[in-house]
């Protein structure tokens, strides 16, 4: 199309389930793509769309072609929402309306990702359906390149024109980098600026085609033959967060309301915030439960004790609770002469802090069976 790009605003990077990293993923676009533009959009976290927005800003000059916008890919109560033109997580957990105010209040586009997906009822991969109509979205994933949207696509591209008319994009849902670009938007002019001010005027086109199963098969040998992890089935259970030496790894379980923190490196002042911030959000996004892992952090100074403290107030506020699992010898050292260990559980693992749970749970089941039994 004459006077129109490309872009591609739906692809995970391993900061959440996608197989590369963020370099990786805007070095690909560069050298075996025409997109122009890209937003990284990992479930529930920016900061892998940071890393790829800091590295291309660093080589801006080589990169002159491409501009990348920082999203996360949110998984409201409803399903999933891209947040495309943030600068901050947005709380998971919220209502699909409320994850939409919580994008507009900070001057974002809220897109319906993928909205009537059903083909994959085991996995994470949900969209908000019918909602797409009732909400004010700045547009809608209406062609995915994923294989079991192909049906879906068409059940969004028509219920979308018969009952919202919200701008229609399309967008490739990468987990691994040739898949990138499959699908894609097109747009007036070039950059991200224009972009955006297509969806908001309504003048961008879905193209592209879906993946066929020949391609997936592809993908599937050529990660069996580098011996990589052949994930296609979304999940939006996982997440990484990165500050200045320290890395935070996210796992919520299904079984309960119970999220796992494992933290590698250095927990202090420079990054303290970084674990606060989460922990934060997690406690207000329905978990009661915080498991933080200490196995691989080496260093905790005072601020990260602050932090850890201020997460164990918030969670007795809220009738949860947070404890601390597998310290290492220096990191236990220093949390006893704090005198924390009056304060935290600590565990020697993370399977030794669940089973406590679930033995506290069955007590408690069984004191109130004994209640009814008296009454």
Known sequence: MNGYSKADIHIHTNFSDGLHEPEAVVNYVVTHTDLRVIAITDHNTIDGARVAYAYWQKHRDTFANLEVIKGVEVSSAHGHILALFIEEDIPEGLSAADTVTAIHEQGGLAIAAHPFTHLLPFTDFHGIGRQIGALPLDGVEARSSVPTELY???ITAVYNRRHANHPALGSSDAHYLTMIGKTFTWFPRETAADFRQAVENGSVRAGGRVNSPVVVFQVMRHLLRRRELPVFLPYDNQ?????????IQVRRLRSANTAVLTCQGQLVRDNADLLNKEMQRLLTSHISDLLVDLQQLKFIDSAGIG???AAFKRGQAAGGRVAICAPSTAVRRTLELARLD????IFDS?????QAAADHAKSEVGKAEKIREVS
């Open 152 to 154: 879906a696509n068409w």
């Open 342 to 345: 009056r304060v935290f559980p």
């Open 239 to 247: 997440h990484r967060h990165t500050a200045a030496g320290l890395d």
């Open 307 to 309: 932090a850890l403290l």
């Open 350 to 354: 993370v399977e030794a802090a669940l």
